[in-house]
């Protein structure tokens, strides 16, 4: 049920097939981020025709509104949200965590304040694994302590080190909660000798440490098997090549066999360069943050759709994209949509944005299949560039 295929690669990039309860994903692959239970702006029928094979869950949000109790009460998030495919969420460490003002860490867990109608909350190891079966993700994630991208090397340490005793508590919440508590999908709790339907995932932090991100691998590895691995704490505020450098190092030594998750990372050169450092998902708001605010991704780099240049133009936002924008939509009808504030033009630049990026990982896995990634990264890295895309 959690088996993951690698069927090609081309030195460190992975080709692949995982194997989940609510069906398959091919890798290397985007995950767009529901944060509410949704895609901001879309319907989950524009999201699959985008593409998406797994989407994101945010456990903090949730928690918060309207609860994980309402969920289950409605048959988990997959029948709540009518996604019905497989489905991941994080943990809540990370939204938590960026509370700075808001929170208090403890051994516990981590105290903080609603940013909702200001209440106090806690979630800990244990709450944050019971909301998540709650939801009834395929995939959930461990609660984890996150630093800041440039964090010294002893405030790593003990985000690392309290992340590896958290997953130690993780792990045994988990694996009571699959043995004695129903799931919430109907389907599931008619068949409880059917496998469990969900699993855990741990996640690796050290900063940008080598020899931590090193040791927070083997206690990771140490307390397995796992059906895969994330790689947490990156994207935080450290420089692009701090961070290709962290995958370099930390790649040689991640188990071969399980998919390789990279946390929070999802702007297109962002993807290619993890896909080239042997990462095989991703996930990240951009895609549709970007949309919102009329910054489009095209091949030939990205594109403000409000500039006066495109006011009568009548080609497609990406002349090489199939999406539901691009294969009906002039620039000059967006740019119009854009500045009449009218809110189908956000709506179609966030589903362009999501096709982009879970197209490129399409293109990326047709590479590596074929034997040619190399050649394609260069290829397209050079035109995204050429225009003086960031």
Request: proline letters at 7%; one cysteine or more; glycine letters at 10%.
């Amino acid at each position: 049920m959690f088996e993951y295929e690698l069927l090609a690669t081309e030195g460190d990039a992975r080709a692949g097939l995982l194997h989940l309860p609510h069906g398959p994903v091919e890798t290397p692959a985007f995950m767009p981020v529901g944060t509410h239970g949704a895609v901001r702006g879309l319907h989950p029928g524009e999201v699959r025709r985008a593409g998406a094979q797994i989407i994101l869950g945010n456990t903090y949000h949730l928690h918060l509104r309207p609860g994980e109790a309402v969920i289950r009460q409605l048959g988990g998030l997959h029948k709540f949200t009518t996604w019905d495919r497989p489905m991941l969420t994080d943990s809540g460490g990370f939204q938590v965590f960026s509370l700075e003002g808001l929170r208090k860490i403890s051994e516990e867990g981590v105290e903080f304040v609603s940013h909702i109608d200001g209440s106090t909350r806690t979630i800990t190891p244990e709450s944050s694994m019971a909301i998540q079966w709650a939801l009834g993700a395929d995939v959930a994630m461990v609660f984890d302590h996150v630093v800041p991208g440039q964090a010294s090397w002893e405030l790593a340490e003990e985000g690392m080190e309290r992340t590896l005793r958290w997953l130690d508590r993780c792990k045994a919440a988990h694996a009571e909660l699959a043995a004695t508590c129903p799931p919430p999908d109907p389907a599931w709790r008619a068949s409880p000798a059917a496998p469990s339907p969900q699993t855990l995932w741990p996640i690796v932090q050290g900063g940008t440490h080598a020899d931590l991100r090193r040791r927070s691998l083997e206690g990771t590895l140490a307390r397995g098997p796992w059906t895969g691995i994330a790689i947490g704490g990156l994207s935080v505020g450290e420089p692009k090549p701090v961070m290709h450098r962290v995958l370099e190092e930390l790649g040689p030594h991640l188990p071969v066999g399980v998919p390789r998750y990279l946390m929070g990372v999802g702007f297109p050169d962002d993807l290619l360069e993890g896909i080239a450092r042997g990462v095989d998902l991703f996930d990240c708001v951009a895609a549709t943050r970007n949309g919102r605010h009329g910054s489009a991704w095209t091949a030939d780099g990205k594109v403000n759709i409000r500039a006066a240049s495109l006011k009568l133009s009548d080609q497609p936002l990406d002349p090489t994209c199939d999406c539901e924008t691009c294969t009906r939509f002039s620039r000059g009808y967006l740019r119009h949509l854009f500045m009449a504030e009218e809110m189908l033009g956000l709506r179609l630049v966030s589903i362009h944005n999501i096709r982009f990026l879970v197209r490129l990982g399409e293109l990326s896995r047709a590479a590596i299949l074929a034997g040619r990634f190399a050649a394609f990264r260069r290829e397209w890295t050079d035109r995204y560039h050429r225009r003086g895309a960031p």
